[in-house]
């Protein structure tokens, strides 16, 4: 059974900087796509960053340079790094891991598993 827990979430001054981890438990391969999202009050869920089945990393459009996604394959573990932040960015950041069809990477509704989430505030 997959289960995802994120952690580090919390306030920040704009131009400031949080470091988010999603662990997942439950893996029988290290072929899988994992992925992080976020929601704003009343907005749709978007694409942060997403790691393929080759460990390759890939981010939104709008991310522009100012969030870092790593992997520790032994801790099963995937990390984003907010940098620069903006009020903008302030939303519930969520894990997701198995997407059902591998070219819709980037919709939230594809993804079987899902963790709890953890609030980003900047302001």
């Known amino acids: 059974h997959v289960q995802l827990v994120e952690s580090g979430g919390g306030s920040v001054q704009p131009g400031g900087s949080l470091a988010l981890a999603c662990t997942a438990s439950?893996?029988?391969?290290?072929?899988?796509?994992m992925a992080w999202f976020r929601q704003a009050p009343g907005k749709e869920r978007f694409m942060v960053a997403v790691?393929?089945?080759?460990?390759?990393?890939t981010y939104g459009d709008f991310v522009k340079g100012r969030f870092t996604a790593t992997e520790d394959n032994a801790k099963n573990t995937l990390y984003l790094q907010l940098n620069n932040l903006k009020t903008e960015d302030t939303a519930m950041y969520y894990c997701?891991?198995?997407?059902?069809?591998?070219?819709?990477?980037?919709?939230?509704?594809?993804?079987?598993?899902w963790g709890q989430g953890t609030q980003v505030t900047v302001s």
């Open positions: 997701a891991k198995d997407v059902r069809t591998a070219n819709d990477y980037d919709v939230s509704g594809e993804y079987n598993y």
């Open positions: 439950g893996l029988r391969s290290s072929r899988y796509y």
């Open positions: 790691r393929d089945n080759d460990g390759k990393i």
